[in-house]
């Protein structure tokens, strides 16, 4: 446990060159250009100094923008932050490491990197194609690389002096051991999900055993609720030593050693989340007592991202079929759609249903007629479901289907939407719940039966 009188400057030393990094970190897995720019602007104002992006979160020149802005502001040097950004997996291939390396540079606006990590341990067809599918929407992996191959560049990386600390994101302390033994330069970090609910206990034991800084992703745990965040240990702690929920899991985190990310979008959130402060020894044991476990983010089973601002994902036109370009374009509506129901934003929600969409749910008899019904009873949901873990999206032509888990009335609940497009817009949807439901009272007025 880490004694501090101010956790909020707390630094850890990396295992190879000379740097630091600040333990309180900011993510920028942001779905909206503009908010990254204020976001990461009010991060900055509001005292972090470490700041963690990606090239698969597609705005690192918005991340870019808002540093540069907030350099040449004055009293803060290129010295006193520290920038992480990824590797994705479609860049696993070792002639592709360094050209990745220096587009992600040259987005950012910076001339060197304190931290270059590899995004997740699988790796993906190679090419620009962010998300390469086969025709099932399965993901085409590269079997033709190993992690080891791409760590070998990583470290080439180092020799060029391009960059001040090479690291892992979401592997498995499995994984991670191998590499750990073959690597000429260590692992300097690892970025993987932890909270109380999944505290990764071995692994971060391991990592301070061999200094490897642990850097713990979705603090909050993402923010979902009910989750950590809710949890009636933390809301107790809280009370009691007048802090937010959010404050006290971010001094636990720090508190037991590791470095971390949050993603404050507002400058008020930004204030918050920086301002921790140590939490007594009886509250840090009674959080480590918690015995709720849940994963939240599954990318660390397939490489496939389960928070990406998939609104932004860039479409790769396929102009010779005119057929396939539609689908590529139904295809990424639905990542659209289901992101912007994942974060409970109503209007980009909406954007894939025709004016006259039909919703059915077979299992209560509901049907819901038009865009705006759908619309007006969304917003209006009391307990609004939570929690979506896209399984898979499969189909083609005007017929898609989309299987997803998400918290629904407070329990887990395994969901197939069956989609049917017309001119790329939903005309028909048909919703099928894993336990069948009862439509309560408030949504009839909204709602018809079906014939
Ligand atoms: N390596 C990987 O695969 C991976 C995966 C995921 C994330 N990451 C990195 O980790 C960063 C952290 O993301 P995260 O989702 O894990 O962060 P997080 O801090 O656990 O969760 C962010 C969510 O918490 C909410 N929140 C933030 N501050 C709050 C507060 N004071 N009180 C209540 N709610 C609050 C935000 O709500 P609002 O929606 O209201 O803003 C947001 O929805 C990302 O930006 C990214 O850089 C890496």
């Given at each position: 446990m880490i004694e501090s009188s101010d956790l909020r400057m707390t630094r850890i030393p990396l295992n190879h060159g000379a740097g630091h990094m600040p333990a309180l970190g900011f993510g920028t897995l942001i779905p909206d250009a503009a908010v990254t720019i204020t976001a990461t602007r009010d991060a900055l104002e509001a005292g972090f100094r470490h700041f963690d992006c990606a090239e698969?979160?597609?705005n690192e020149r918005e991340v870019g923008r808002a540093l540069q802005a907030g350099l040449a502001a004055?009293?803060?040097?290129?010295?006193?932050i520290f920038v992480t950004t990824k590797l994705w997996n479609s860049n696993h291939r070792p002639e592709r490491v360094e050209p990745a390396f220096e587009a992600s540079l040259d987005r950012l606006g910076?001339?060197?990197?304190?931290l270059y990590l590899i995004h997740t341990p699988f790796a993906f067809q190679p090419g620009d194609e962010q998300d390469p599918r086969d025709q099932n929407g399965n993901v085409i992996y590269d079997h033709d690389v190993t992690l080891l191959d791409t760590w070998r560049a990583m470290e080439s990386l180092m020799d060029h002096g391009k960059c001040g600390a090479i690291g892992l994101s979401d592997i498995s302390l499995n994984e991670l051991k191998p590499i750990y033994e073959s690597a000429r330069i260590k692992p300097a970090v690892v970025q993987v999900e932890a909270h109380p609910y999944l505290p990764e206990t071995e692994l971060l034991e391991f990592c301070k055993e061999k200094d490897v800084v642990f850097l713990a992703f979705a603090p909050l745990g993402h923010g979902i609720r009910p989750g950590p965040l809710e949890d009636p240990v933390i809301s107790a702690i809280a009370a009691r030593v007048g802090k937010t929920p959010a404050q006290v899991l971010l001094a636990w985190a720090v508190q037991r050693g590791t470095a971390l990310l949050t993603t404050p979008r507002t400058a008020a959130r930004a204030r918050e989340n920086f301002d921790i402060a140590a939490l007594p020894e009886d509250a840090f044991d009674e959080i480590n007592r918690i015995q709720t476990r849940q994963r939240l983010n599954e990318v660390v089973k397939t490489g496939i991202p389960g928070f990406i601002p998939q609104a932004r994902m860039k479409m790769k036109a396929k102009p010779q079929l005119e057929q396939s370009m539609q689908e590529e374009q139904i295809r990424t509506a639905l990542d659209t759609h289901w992101h912007a129901s994942a974060v409970g934003d109503a209007d980009l929600e909406h954007d894939i249903y025709d004016d006259d969409a039909i919703c059915d749910y077979p299992q209560s008899g509901e049907r819901i007629l038009g865009r705006r019904n759908l619309q007006a009873l969304r917003s209006h949901h009391p307990g609004k479901p939570s929690g979506f873990k896209i399984r898979r999206i499969l189909g083609n032509g005007n017929l898609w289907i989309t299987e997803y888990i998400i918290t629904y009335q407070g329990r887990l609940a395994y969901t197939v939407s069956i989609m049917e497009f017309r001119n790329g817009k939903v005309v028909h949807e048909t919703q099928y719940f894993g336990d069948p439901f009862e439509a309560p009272a408030w949504r009839r007025q909204w709602v018809q039966q079906i014939a």
């Open positions: 698969r979160y597609g004055g009293g803060i040097t290129r010295e006193d910076l001339k060197y990197l304190d």
